[in-house]
C-alpha cells in the first residue's frame, strides 16, 4: 500500500487527525493562518507570507502559502505552527505520523543553498535543533528524517534513494514533494519505536527510536535562511497533515 493510502483515524475515538490545506479568505496574520487558525512567530526579521495566485495545474486547487524570508540578517525565517505543545508520541497498535507537500518555486532570486526548514511534530520556533519532536529536516535541499527526545537519544538519518530527488537526496527547486513520516511500534520508554519516512511515495529513510510516551511537541513548520544579509528566500507549503492513532480502553460489555 503506498504511503499516501494508509489508514488515518476517521473519528476522535480512534485518534486526532488534523487536515490543514492553507486556505483562507485573506492576508494571513498571526493566529489566522489556514483553516485551523495556526500561528506565527518570526524568526530574527519578520518575513511575508501569502496565499499562492498563481497555481499548477498538479497543484492542491487552494494552493497553499508562500513563505517568504526577510532580507537582513542570518537566521531570519518564520515559524508556522499550533499554539499549544500538547501533542504526545504514545504507543498504539496502528501508530501516527505526518505529511506534508512542500515546494521550492522556481523563481527569480531563490536558490537551495542555505533555504532551510524543519517540517513536522517537535517543540522548537527557530533555527535552533528542537528538544523533542519527529520532523524532516532540509538544509539547503538535503533532507534528513530527525527524531529529537529530551529524554533519550537525539537520532537522524539522511535520505538515500528517493528517485525524485538529486543523488536521492536533495529536493529539486521548483518540484513539489510530498513528504510522509509513519511511526509505529513500542520502545523501552513506551514511545514509538520505529520511524520512517517517505519522499513522493518511495521509503527514503528510516530509524530506531527510543522518545518518550510523554514527550510534548506540536505542529510546526519552520523556514529560515542563512546565507547572509542581503538574501530573501522562498518556501511554499501546500498542505500539512498529522493524525496519532490511540488505543482508548475498551468499555466492558454489560
Not at 523563481?107 to 535552533?128: C, K
Amino acid at each position: 500500500m503506498a504511503p499516501l493510502l494508509t489508514p488515518r483515524p476517521i473519528s476522535p475515538a480512534e485518534g486526532p487527525h488534523l487536515v490543514e490545506n492553507f486556505f483562507g479568505n485573506g492576508v494571513i496574520t498571526t493566529n489566522n493562518i489556514g483553516q485551523n487558525g495556526m500561528t506565527l512567530t518570526n524568526i530574527g526579521g519578520a518575513g511575508t507570507q501569502s496565499y499562492l495566485t498563481t497555481i499548477a495545474d498538479d497543484d492542491p486547487p487552494f494552493g497553499g502559502i508562500r513563505d517568504l524570508t526577510r532580507a537582513t540578517a542570518d537566521g531570519d525565517g518564520s515559524s508556522i505552527h499550533m499554539l499549544a505543545a500538547t501533542g504526545i508520541f504514545p504507543n498504539s497498535e496502528k501508530g501516527g505520523g505526518f505529511a506534508c507537500r512542500f515546494n521550492y518555486p522556481d523563481i527569480g532570486g531563490n536558490v537551495l543553498a542555505d533555504n532551510n526548514f524543519y517540517i513536522g511534530i517537535h517543540t522548537t520556533r527557530d533555527e535552533a535543533a528542537p528538544t523533542d519532536g519527529i520532523l524532516i529536516q532540509s538544509l539547503a535541499g538535503v533532507m534528513t528524517l530527525r527524531v529529537d527526545s529530551g529524554d533519550g537519544t537525539d537520532k537522524a538519518v539522511a535520505f538515500a534513494g528517493g528517485s525524485t530527488l538529486t543523488s536521492g537526496t536533495t529536493a529539486v527547486k521548483g518540484v513539489p514533494h510530498q513528504i510522509e513520516v509513519h511511526w509505529t511500534g513500542e520502545n523501552g520508554q513506551g514511545g514509538p519505536l520505529t520511524v520512517e519516512a517517505f519522499c513522493d511515495n518511495i521509503p527514503v529513510a528510516k530509524l530506531l527510536t527510543d522518545i518518550d510516551n510523554n514527550e510534548a511537541a506540536t505542529v510546526s513548520l519552520n523556514h529560515w535562511q542563512d546565507q547572509g544579509g542581503a538574501q530573501s528566500f522562498e518556501l511554499d507549503y501546500h498542505w500539512f497533515e498529522y493524525w496519532q492513532f490511540m488505543d482508548y480502553p475498551t468499555a466492558p460489555a454489560v
